[in-house]
């Protein structure tokens, strides 16, 4: 029986996920870079500015004025599998960066994507993550969409150790593995291995489903919807009817943490959210009605009825906002405890 129901399902989506590679781009070796701007020089009156925020109440004015000015941490967006979904979590990039956002900590240092693929390696985006963690003093936000959000939990996995007791460390800018599997650790200033890294902040939105069906995915059948200990705060959003997702109303694929660290958030959201276009939002940052919805909301307490002409989307986007700006000023405030000078790597192998 099991056997037919998996004969079926590759018929019905298997021509859709033949073409599913043409997501995967490949490291960039050459062209153009974004050069990264210098570590921030905080100045005392911001200092104490940003150390006042109550993270769970960040206003417009605070990420304008305060947050913007001030650490940021690194977001990893990753996309679907299929194209050109990519161009989805490209319109969530111009969202975030509408709501304050610094473009230079959304896009790719060497290529300039706005999001990573979901085929490539976890170990690799472990390993970038860990760079990110060392050069910024803050670890990486990972927000994922289908494929992309399987991924994402994969990367919590490896950095969990379940694919291996080694990551080697990932330099973004020359996308190439160094020749080490530590880094030197910002909060204590000794040598930590890759594995066993704590990410702040994880989202994911529409994983699972037809993905399964891709061998790349076969690992994480029994992991997907587990969250282990390498994340403080993880949100799992699931639409309530999502076929490509394989969620029905009464189907409970609720994410459970493994062990008392990190902090499993469940949310449902409506069936009339489209798979595909979900993370299409940037026109909400430019829309004078949605923004001021989005700046009012707080999780579990909406304000009021959607605005007119807006998708249920927008509930997922000022959800994920809100988070953002949450864990922006969580770890700002953490960067400023460890200080301001940047550690950075002295090549292959060693760490000053």
């Known amino acids: 029986m099991i056997a037919r129901i998996f004969q079926w399902l590759a018929l019905l989506f298997g021509p859709v996920l033949v073409v599913a590679g043409c997501g995967w781009v490949p490291p960039r070796v050459s062209g153009e870079s974004i050069v990264l701007p210098p570590p921030v020089v905080v100045a005392p009156a911001l200092a104490a500015r940003i150390m006042a925020l109550d993270p769970e109440r960040i206003t417009a004015a605070?990420?304008?004025?305060?947050?913007?000015?001030?650490?940021?941490?690194?977001?990893?967006?990753?996309?679907?599998?299929?194209?050109?979904?990519?161009?989805?979590?490209?319109?969530?990039g111009h969202f975030l960066v509408g709501m304050g956002y610094p473009e230079d900590k959304i896009r790719g240092p060497?290529?300039?994507?706005?999001?990573?693929?979901?085929?490539?390696?976890?170990?690799?985006?472990?390993?970038?993550?860990?760079?990110?963690?060392?050069?910024?003093?803050?670890?990486?936000?990972?927000?994922?969409?289908?494929?992309?959000g399987m991924q994402a939990v994969k990367v919590l996995h490896?950095?969990?150790?379940?694919?291996?007791?080694?990551?080697?460390?990932?330099?973004?800018?020359?996308?190439f593995a160094q020749d080490r599997t530590t880094i030197r650790d910002p909060a204590t200033g000794r040598p930590r291995p890759v594995v066993g890294l704590t990410l702040e902040y994880v989202s994911v939105i529409a994983a699972g489903g037809a993905a399964f069906l891709l061998p790349n995915q076969w690992t994480l059948l029994d992991k997907l919807h587990t969250i282990p200990e390498t994340v403080d705060d993880f949100t799992g959003y699931t639409i309530e009817v999502d076929l490509w997702a394989w969620t029905l109303p009464g189907a409970d694929l609720r994410y459970k943490a493994v062990g008392s660290?990190?902090?499993?958030?469940?949310?449902?959201?409506?069936?009339?959210?489209?798979?595909?276009?979900?993370?299409?939002t940037a026109d909400f940052a430019d829309d004078p009605a949605a923004r001021a919805w989005i700046d009012g909301y707080r999780p579990g307490v909406p304000p009021g009825p959607l605005p007119p002409g807006a998708g249920d989307n927008l509930l997922w986007a000022a959800d994920v906002w809100w988070s953002v700006k949450k864990h922006w000023a969580l770890e700002a405030q953490q960067s400023l405890r460890i200080g301001q000078a940047p550690v950075r790597s002295a090549g292959a192998g060693t760490v000053e």
């Open 110 to 148: 060497r290529s300039g994507d706005w999001s990573h693929s979901p085929y490539e390696d976890a170990e690799r985006l472990a390993g970038i993550a860990a760079w990110y963690y060392e050069r910024d003093r803050m670890p990486p936000m990972l927000i994922g969409h289908s494929q992309g």
């Open 158 to 175: 490896v950095l969990a150790g379940a694919y291996g007791a080694d990551v080697r460390v990932w330099d973004p800018l020359t996308d």
């Open 261 to 280: 660290r990190a902090h499993v958030r469940n949310v449902a959201l409506p069936a009339t959210i489209n798979h595909v276009l979900a993370p299409v």
């Open 62 to 92: 605070d990420v304008k004025d305060v947050l913007a000015r001030g650490p940021t941490p690194r977001i990893m967006l990753l996309h679907g599998g299929i194209y050109p979904v990519h161009l989805g979590m490209t319109s969530f």
